[in-house]
Nanobody
Framework: QVQLVESGGGSVQAGGSLRLSCVGF????????LGWFRQPPGKERELVAS????????SYTDSVKGRFTISRDDAKNTVYLQMNSLKPDDTAVYYC??????????WGQGTPVDVSS
């Protein structure tokens, strides 16, 4: 059974940090582009950061550039999202996603992040 399991979410004050992890089971991260999405309360899900399987090239949405860092460890089948200088606007449920050309994308169940001012 294919499953992505996120962890590391929680409550933090503005300016604090969290590190999210996502482990894949029944799926190999090598050869896949991995991403972190988030869905704030009452809003659409948006892409926060992605990391390509070739050269580990990364991209970020403008609002998190310079604060968030995505990384991957294919040996551990894990993708991370280091989040620093958190703001209340970062409050959301965070989801990891794995995709490969020609295959359906796979979603995790989400981990909530709550940033208080």
């Amino acid at each position: 059974q294919v499953q992505l399991v996120e962890s590391g979410g929680g409550s933090v004050q503005a300016g604090g940090s969290l590190r999210l992890s996502c482990v894949g089971f029944g799926i190999t991260f090598a050869g896949r582009t991995l991403g972190w999405f988030r869905q704030p309360p009452g809003k659409e899900r948006e892409l926060v950061a992605s990391i390509h399987w070739i050269g580990s090239n990364t991209s970020y949405t403008d609002s998190v550039k310079g604060r968030f860092t995505i990384s991957r460890d294919d040996a551990k089948n894990t993708v991370y999202l280091q989040m620093n200088s958190l703001k209340p606007d970062d409050t959301a449920v965070y989801y990891c996603h794995a995709e490969k050309i020609g295959r359906p994308g796979v979603w995790g169940q989400g981990t909530p992040v709550d940033v208080s001012s």
